[in-house]
């Protein structure tokens, strides 16, 4: 008599719905990453360090952050980013633009110069003024010797991080160890979500500007290396002329046809 009410119970259980799992969003998976160590930080959010360049990121940070924005921007803003979008991509050698080529000021911010998607900015805006002090003159002392002759320490943009952003919790000290740590939490994301080879992971395609990922997404891998072949090649004036075109065929676009997701 037990074992037929054993058996019953047992079919019961097999034969119960299952409660649904709770998916866990992307956005929580990089917190998970970003918060793995205390990076709260004193910054008054002046965004001085915005106003100048917006940091390469991870597609999977990319992935994040450009689904938000695409969900809470009108078809006008979004033309505008791609059409700045197109100015930053081509504004790349010094010879040809000078200090354009080096001022990029981030495209999220709001008009009153603070971060509108503040929640979903990427590890490198999280680091900026945390950096242990040797690994930041180590980066800055690579684009020192990049523009030598062009400009001085002094002259280049960021060369020191900002004196106001300080740890709130500073119990842990921030190190090289932890700092890679983490960016290979996020290469690791990379893996799974996106379609990289283990070259292209080696290479670092993985890791790019908010303009170039947005760019990629818009042309394609091979149009992208078109216009890089062109932008290389093209005098300045020429450049000047290219990216009026491409905005002009973006406005023209998009403004009949401007996708949901990107």
Same mark, same amino acid.
């Given at each position: ?75 006008? !803003? ?33 008009? !009153? ?40 320490? !002094? ?49 670092? !395609? ?57």
């Amino acid at each position: 008599m037990s074992k037929k009410r054993g058996k019953v119970k047992i079919k019961e259980y097999l034969n119960k719905p299952k409660k649904p799992t709770k998916k866990i969003g992307l956005k929580q998976v990089l917190h998970d990453i970003y918060y793995r160590y205390n990076l709260e930080t004193t910054c008054n959010g002046v965004c001085e360090c915005c106003k100048v360049a917006c940091p390469s990121m991870n597609f999977c940070e990319y992935s994040q952050l450009i689904n938000e924005v695409w969900k809470t921007t009108n078809k006008s !803003e979004k033309i505008e980013l791609i059409c700045k979008s197109v100015e930053y991509f081509f504004y790349n050698q010094f010879e040809k633009f000078g200090m354009k080529t080096l001022i990029k000021p981030c495209m999220l911010l709001s008009k !009153e110069g603070k971060c509108k998607w503040y929640d979903s900015r990427p590890l490198n805006c999280r680091l900026y003024g945390l950096w242990p002090i040797t690994l930041y003159r180590e980066r800055v002392d690579k684009f020192e010797k990049a523009y030598s002759g062009l400009l001085s320490r !002094e002259q280049l943009p960021l060369n020191t991080q900002c004196p106001y952003v300080k740890r709130k919790d500073e119990s842990q000290p921030l190190t090289k160890e932890i700092i890679e740590e983490l960016f290979t939490q996020l290469d690791m994301l990379d893996t799974k979500i996106g379609n990289f080879s283990e070259i292209q992971m080696k290479q670092k !395609e993985n890791y790019r500007t908010f303009h170039d990922w947005l760019l990629l997404k818009i042309f394609g891998e091979s149009k992208l290396a078109d216009l890089t072949d062109f932008m290389i090649a093209a005098s300045g004036s020429t450049t000047e002329d290219m990216i009026n075109v491409l905005e002009q065929t973006v406005r023209t676009q998009f403004e009949k046809d401007m996708p949901e997701s990107l």
